[in-house]
């Protein structure tokens, strides 16, 4: 049987693959989890505003309570506020009602520990087990041991105040575009650029339930792109669903991914001697011009798997501060327990207005390689790493290009693909030699 919680918690299909039968599951073994050394424990609860949250929010905290916990219930916030809060407040988990990026009629539940940080493997394993275990054993309190609701969505700004504390600039002066998704930024994002001082012309701050990331948000830059020359914009940002991600435009219309804000961020905390180590953290999938502009201003990049998991587990591990990946998932870790979009956003604009210039001249500084993906399918994934000819057609491939680029070949951790990407200054000739490593593939994997 498939293991219920994901990379990111339990998602599905809202009211069938994630009910609130489940989701009613899930609060009361999470009371019974958490309880166990606290009394009534207690759970601060974050949405996104899809029409399938507050079903599921309402049958969550009703677990919680069934179970003797409190419920506190947050409203439409980031999934990085939850985890601050959770942190600030001394609650024993927070969880996020969201599945990010995902449209609007998939939804997903996920948990934070007390400390802010995602729960280990384990701890989700433990739950898993309460979850599905039948009968239900787990205590029902009644009289005053049951559990109750309080809401608290003003809580918000709290959040939002941290967040602004963490950059030092003003931000007066700058005219930026802001695309919310329709999503769980749609009151922070705008609110906290106003009061660091910005001229803010805010898009996508409408939810209605069923338009959240419809051609919209960190997935759709076009819009943003087009208001910001319309609006002779600075800068345009661009949250996810759930606000835990970031991207940005500049004043060109051009789009700016993760790999480059984390440049302009950490070239900035160089010059200020911040950055510990001189080192950023990202992931395999990084692009090639990061790792050369880092090195270039007498820097260095810490390489890890595919996941944000993982780069926060570097980042902890070497008491680094800065990491994330392409995809505009970033972390400050001295500020946030997981990406957060907000202060990933704040954070880029204060480097714009210290630097004095365009945005399209911060992100020059790195050179974009072109990245070329195919995904092979093949019958059977075992033993691809031993083959010689796959390890061959690699080799030459990677002699080939040098030290101006690269070839990573890596097995899909879902499927029966094996992934071929290739990195370097020339597009068809990364389109040959990909062609040429899958071929390989083909032939040997079947």
Aim: glycine fraction near 10%; hydrophobic fraction near 40%; charge should be negative.
């Amino acid at each position: 049987m498939a293991r219920l919680f994901g990379t990111d918690g339990v998602r599905g299909l809202a009211n069938a693959e994630l009910n609130p039968e489940l989701a009613f599951k899930m609060g009361r073994a999470a009371t019974y989890y958490f309880g166990k050394e606290h009394q009534r424990p207690t759970f601060y609860i974050g949405r996104d505003t899809r029409i399938s949250g507050q079903m599921l929010e309402a049958a969550l905290a009703a677990g919680i309570c069934s179970a003797g916990g409190e419920a506190v219930l947050l409203g439409v916030v980031p999934t990085p506020a939850v985890a601050y809060l959770t942190r600030k407040h001394g609650a024993q988990a927070g969880v996020v009602i969201s599945a990010s990026h995902n449209p609007f009629p998939d939804n997903g539940i996920k948990f934070f520990a007390g400390t802010g940080y995602k729960l280990p493997d384990a701890v989700e394993d433990e739950l898993e087990k309460l979850i599905e275990a039948q009968p239900d054993a787990m205590p029902r309190p009644t009289a005053d041991g049951v559990g109750f609701i309080t809401n608290k969505h003003d809580m918000l700004n709290e959040y939002i105040d941290y967040a602004i504390n963490t950059v030092e600039t003003s931000l007066q002066g700058l005219k930026i575009v802001v695309d919310c998704a329709n999503g769980a930024a749609y009151e922070a994002t705008p609110a906290a650029l106003r009061k660091l001082g910005a001229e803010v012309v805010v898009l996508n701050d409408k939810p209605n339930g069923t338009n959240i990331n419809a051609g919209c948000g960190s997935t759709h830059l076009e819009q943003l792109q087009a208001v910001v020359l319309q609006h002779n914009a600075d800068l345009g940002l661009a949250n996810d669903g759930d606000a835990d991600r970031c991207l940005a435009v500049d004043e060109t219309g051009t789009d700016i991914d993760g790999d480059q804000m984390m440049l302009i961020c950490a070239l900035e905390m160089l010059k200020q001697n911040t950055l510990p180590e001189k080192t950023l953290v990202a992931t395999v999938m990084s692009n090639l011009g990061m790792h050369q502009a880092m090195k270039k201003a007498g820097g260095k990049v810490l390489v890890t798997p595919v996941g944000d998991r993982y780069v926060l587990e570097a980042m902890l591990k070497h008491n680094l501060v800065l990491g994330g990946e392409q995809s505009g998932h970033i972390i400050f870790s001295q500020y946030s327990t997981t990406g957060d979009g907000l202060i990933t956003a704040l954070k880029l604009a204060a480097a714009l207005k210290q630097s004095g210039k365009k945005m399209s001249e911060l992100s020059k500084v790195m050179t974009r390689f072109p990245q070329l993906l195919v995904n092979v399918r093949v019958k059977s994934k075992e033993g691809w790493e031993q083959n010689a000819k796959i390890a061959a057609a690699i080799k030459a491939s990677d002699d080939e290009l040098g030290d101006n680029g690269r070839i990573l070949v890596r097995p899909s951790g879902t499927e029966p693909l094996i992934r071929v990407m290739a990195e370097g200054p020339s597009l068809p000739d990364l389109e040959r030699i990909v062609a040429t490593i899958a071929d390989v593939i083909k032939q040997e994997q079947g």
